[in-house]
């Protein structure tokens, strides 16, 4: 990436997102600067969710544009239409966009390896010998290299989190989208994937959009957190200055009620 390149990670442009009737974004606009570690915070059902299943196309916006790395994501306009992008060229520009769930999403049939291996030689096309270091790489990163070979329902809950982040880092993302990655874990074993996590950030220049109720997490990774309400960013901020004096009323009622 050239050093003066200034096109943002992720763009959306006026983006409106309904399920039936209920209107959860309207009009968002936002962007997110490459390698910049974003959180998104607000009440729930504020659309947080949202945008990250827009992100990873589990979700199609109803109007408004999304680029990644300014490429047309979803649908692109055509004179002034909005047409939706054929799936094979979506396919490509989804592949720099990767996902770690809640529930991890993990194989159950496979070993922790073969979890991590079979989406680079599968979509990406890694001869295998290659996904498997790379994979032994990830492995170590992640603090489980002993763990190669076990079945991923023999895991803890940190420990497969900590698979599925491996499994999303072998994909070489541009972007990782970070969903709640702590909600479903024991307190004790929260530490770890957030370490994990922090990791990450200082040693790799990925962009993240995390989406998280750890405050303190957002604080260690994240260097700009959006706080949002009813669809919109109501208040942006690095994160020492949101958390330590919040502007605007909703956000300081809504870091009350969960600090
Ligand atoms: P958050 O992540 O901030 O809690 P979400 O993005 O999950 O918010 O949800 C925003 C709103 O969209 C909520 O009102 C929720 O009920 C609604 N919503 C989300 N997904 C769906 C869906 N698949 N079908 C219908 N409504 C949905």
């Known amino acids: 990436m050239p050093e003066n390149d200034t096109t943002p990670a992720i763009q959306f442009q006026g983006v409106g997102k309904r399920f039936g009737d209920n209107v959860v974004l309207d009009g968002l606009d936002f962007s997110v ?22 992100l990873m ?40 966009v990767g996902m770690v769930f809640q529930q991890f ?11 991590i291996i079979e ?19 990830l492995l170590d990163k992640v603090g489980l290299a002993d763990k190669r070979d076990a079945r991923t329902t023999q895991l803890s809950g940190g420990q497969q989190q900590r698979v599925a982040i491996a499994r999303s880092l072998a994909m070489e993302p541009e972007i990782l989208l970070l969903d709640e990655v702590t909600s479903s874990l024991d307190p004790e074993l929260v530490a770890d994937v ?21 405050m303190q997490f957002a604080r260690e990774v994240s260097n700009r957190v959006l706080m949002f309400d009813g669809g919109k960013i109501i208040e942006e901020a690095a994160p020492d200055t949101i958390f330590t004096s919040p502007t605007h009323e909703r956000t300081k009622e809504f870091l009350r009620a969960i600090l």
């Open 33 to 54: 600067a490459k390698g910049d570690r974003v959180t998104l915070i607000g009440p729930s059902g504020s659309g947080k969710t949202t945008i990250l299943r827009l």
């Open 57 to 96: 196309t589990l979700e199609e916006a109803n109007d408004g544009l999304i680029y990644v790395d300014g490429d047309p994501y979803t649908h692109e306009m055509r004179g002034d239409k909005r047409v939706a992008i054929p799936e094979k060229r979506r396919s490509l520009v989804r592949r720099r």
């Open 105 to 115: 999403n993990l194989f159950p049939n496979m070993t922790v390896l073969e979890n």
């Open 119 to 137: 989406a680079p030689i599968h979509v990406l096309g890694k001869p295998k010998a290659e996904a498997i270091a790379s994979a032994e790489a």
């Open 194 to 214: 957030l370490g994990v996590l922090r990791n990450i950030a200082e040693t790799t220049d990925i962009t993240m959009l995390i989406v998280t109720h750890e």
